[in-house]
């Protein structure tokens, strides 16, 4: 029987838990804060695209040096860094809340730089955890890891959603006081990051030349189950993603308001959550990259179920299933990353795989703002999700090695992405 809490054996992995927990809570509250803001003084969906496509452009520009500074550099430095950066701009935005500003590019300049910040912390971030927490434990530190992810997406959109609507003061209410909230959540962690133990320094001992940069994408692109799982998610959560239309779903589908906003952006948090949960018991030991393919048709199709839903209910249950099934995923994606990566390199892969997550989230609201500028919300998720399905279907078919994955071990990896080359060998 699986120790479901073994990674909190660990001091430094509780703590940084205990920061990332707080800190997301407060970027996502914030993350709703921005999105209602810009709705409201535009009213146009491509601005909500925008907001996605700020926040993504930076991961896009920084990709090469910023997985070659988090292997060059203490992980746990970088991160401090990137995320004082973070508080400034949260600082700039509850500004311009409290001046009441009426224009958007402001708003959209203070998200690039914000940005910045996470496509360097990113890599950093994730390359770190494989320091705090035996070899043995990490599996369970990265369902742990998502789990906290999932509860702080549940309650940070909530809390954002009844910030949003306290009116404690003239100027002190809805997105200012937000800001203030998240602005408190960097403080911490902060804070608890700075208070950790584990130095990793220095992975990779090279001067920066073209082929160190460029190690990371040719070792995902000569890994089939790696390139596989990352970009299933890219392209499926790309064409699948609803989130940055839920202020008009919210607004003028559902009738739902603020919180109502808060309600739906947490739904596939909580899905998530409980699925996290059941990965502590029963955690995934067999048949790994089935259920990945299977979980993200799910999501497509839960996808469908939304954008045709006129009813709060029923797009609260859509939307659990939404969350449930790409947790899954994520802890399946998250493992491979780390399994299949030598320790030397995991900055560098790591920040490939965020420019995939990054292209699947950020840019996908972009693009998710885009066409429902053109066919409206309702039609632009239901052909997403449809396009979701036949994605999972393509790269069932392209990436056999991903299919084949079984156990989430660094040698039941390695045998799937061997029985691959030797079935290319032969055909040849």
């Not at 907001?51 to 430095?77: C, E, N, S, Y």
């Not at 069932?396 to 299919?403: A, E, G, I, N, T």
Request: with cysteine; hydrophobic share 55%; aromatic share 10%.
């Amino acid at each position: 029987m699986a120790q479901p809490a073994a990674a909190f054996l660990s001091r430094d992995f509780l703590r940084y838990q205990l920061a990332r927990v707080v800190v997301i809570m407060g970027a996502e509250a914030q993350a709703l804060a921005v999105a209602w803001q810009v709705y409201q003084i535009t009213h146009r969906a491509i601005d909500l695209g925008y907001t996605g496509l700020m926040l993504f452009l930076p991961g896009l520009i920084f990709i090469l040096p910023a997985g070659h500074v988090a292997d060059r550099f203490d992980r746990r430095h970088v991160i401090l860094v990137c995320y004082t950066l973070q508080a400034v701009c949260t600082t700039v935005l509850f500004r311009f809340a409290w001046a009441g500003i009426d224009r958007v590019w402001p708003i959209f300049a203070i998200l690039f730089v914000i940005g910045t910040g996470r496509a360097f912390s990113g890599p950093a971030s994730s390359a770190l955890v494989p320091h705090l927490v035996p070899r043995e434990h990490f599996v369970n530190a990265i369902t742990w890891g998502s789990a906290i992810f999932q509860l702080a997406n549940i309650v940070g959109p909530a809390l954002g959603g009844i910030l949003f609507t306290l009116p404690l003061h003239e100027r002190l209410h809805g997105a200012s006081l937000v800001y203030i909230f998240a602005l408190l959540g960097i403080i911490w962690f902060l804070v608890l990051v700075g208070s950790l133990h584990v130095r990793p320094g220095r992975m990779e001992h090279r001067a920066i030349s073209k082929d160190v940069i460029l190690a990371g994408f040719r070792y995902v692109a000569g890994t089939q189950v790696l390139l596989g799982s990352i970009s299933l998610d890219l392209f499926a959560v790309l064409l699948g993603g609803a989130v940055a239309l839920m202020p008009i779903f919210a607004q003028d589908i559902l009738h739902a308001g603020p919180r109502g906003l808060g309600v739906l952006r947490a739904a596939p948090a909580l899905g998530a959550l409980a699925v996290s949960l059941w990965l502590m018991v029963r955690p995934i030991r067999k048949n790994a990259g089935a259920r990945m393919l299977v979980c993200v048709a799910i999501f497509g199709a839960s996808t469908v179920v939304f954008g045709l839903s006129r009813s709060l209910p029923l797009s609260l249950a859509a939307l659990f299933v939404v969350g449930a099934s790409d947790m899954v995923s994520v802890v399946i994606r998250a493992s491979i990353l780390q399994l299949a990566t030598p320790a030397e390199m995991r900055g560098r892969v790591s920040a490939v795989n965020a420019l995939f997550v990054g292209g699947s989230n950020e840019f996908g609201e972009f693009e998710s703002g885009l066409t429902a500028q053109w066919w409206g919300a309702v039609r632009a998720v239901v052909i997403g999700g449809i396009g979701s399905l036949v994605i999972t279907g393509l790269w069932s078919v392209f990436f056999p090695s991903l299919r084949r994955a079984d156990a989430l071990t660094p040698e039941a990896l390695t045998n799937a992405e061997l029985e691959q080359s030797g079935q290319e060998v032969r055909k040849l």
